[in-house]
């Protein structure tokens, strides 16, 4: 978990310039991209009704504003959900307020003392999920479930979770993920309880999404290639293209120094779409593609709230940096105190 300290005006206002330079070199280059053709999904969403965006003045829907993705609504289905894809709305309202209930860390047992050793109590918790009557994220596959992982993706789990020191003590920082070391959080982004304002940005040219946390994705539109493979990035290599009245966003070249669920991402192929369904709700799907570690590729639909009222903050991260010193200062003295314990005569 991390904090956030200062007011983003400066960094947005660099972005905004930014995008506004790329935009005048590259007037005229607007059209829909030939190089990247759109990646045939399942889409598992409900049938699209007729209420269309507003557009910029250059003739794309309009997604530019703050947008928030907080959710309660589990990744998986449950198993007592198991068959049914959405809830009617008395029902979903009810297990909203349960899920709140449990989530709120002033409610837990323990008192003050473990108040104190959580560190993180309900203020830095900005509780406001987009309403979402669906059982699971995941739209596809239809039981609401991850799948399986590959032979070779458990192998890989098994690979990393030894090499990041979860069988032992930390060795190294490198055994510690990118978000742990204040670095850059994994895509996609799947909801977070705190600091999950996005804005965004476009011109014709570029649409740029300014996450709260960490990271700033500028997304060419004008058909350029993807980099050379051997180029890898933090959040990857992202080029989009219009579908009617869809962003569609393929991202590639991530690097293994980000992982999901402890998997490193270099094999991922990230296809995103944003869809403004109306005023308030952009739906937001992310498809993942690596045949290298799942068995099939698989969706999720995470409902966007636009939020005019939101106030974006600086994410200041830094407890990482500072408990870096602690965390490996811990390593060395279990490893003496194991190489001591070796030393001592049968």
């Known amino acids: 978990m991390r904090h956030r300290m200062l007011v983003l005006g400066n960094a947005l206002a660099v972005t905004v310039g930014f995008i ?6 590259l007037a005229g280059q607007s059209q829909p991209p030939a190089a990247i053709a759109p990646t045939p999904l399942k889409q598992a969403t409900a049938p699209r009704n007729t209420w269309r965006p507003a557009r910029t003045p250059w003739g794309h829907p309009d997604l530019r504003g703050i947008w928030d993705f907080q959710s309660v609504t589990p990744l998986e289905r449950p198993a007592e959900l198991a068959g049914r894809d959405v809830l009617p709305d008395e029902e979903a309202a009810a297990l909203e307020r349960r899920a709140l209930e449990r989530l709120n860390a002033d409610r837990r047992d323990g008192g003050a003392e473990a108040d104190l050793a959580r560190a993180y109590n ?21 039981d609401g479930r991850v799948p399986p992982l590959t032979a070779e ?10 090499r990041r020191g979860d069988q032992g003590a930390v060795a190294w920082a490198d055994e510690l993920d990118s978000y742990t070391r204040c670095i850059s959080r994994v895509m996609p982004r799947f909801p977070q309880n705190y600091n ?5 940005f476009q011109t014709p040219d570029y649409v740029v999404l300014q996450y709260e946390q960490f990271d700033r994705r500028v997304i060419p539109l004008d058909g350029r290639a ?20 869809t962003l569609v966003v393929d991202t590639t070249n991530f690097t ?3 992982e999901f669920r402890g998997i490193p991402q270099g094999t991922l192929h990230l296809i995103e779409r944003f869809t403004r369904v109306d005023e308030k709700t952009i739906n937001y799907e992310a498809t993942i593609d690596d045949p290298t ?3 099939r590729r698989w969706t999720v639909l995470l409902p966007w709230q636009k939020d005019d009222s939101y106030q974006m903050f600086e994410y200041a991260c830094h407890e990482g940096n500072y408990g870096m010193e602690g965390i490996l200062s811990g390593g060395r003295v279990e490893e003496q105190a194991a190489e001591t314990s070796n030393n001592v005569p049968k």
């Open 256 to 258: 293994d120094k980000q």
């Open 226 to 245: 993807h980099l050379d493979k051997k180029i890898r990035q933090w959040n990857g290599d992202s080029r989009g293209h219009w579908d009617g009245d």
């Open 196 to 200: 999950s304002g996005t804005q965004i």
């Open 122 to 142: 309900e203020v830095w918790y900005g509780r406001k999920p987009v309403s979402n009557k669906r059982t699971s994220l995941v739209i596809d596959p239809q």
């Open 153 to 162: 993706g458990q192998k890989i789990l098994a690979q990393s979770r030894n």
């Open 293 to 295: 570690v799942w068995t």
């Open 20 to 25: 506004s330079l790329m935009s005048a070199s």
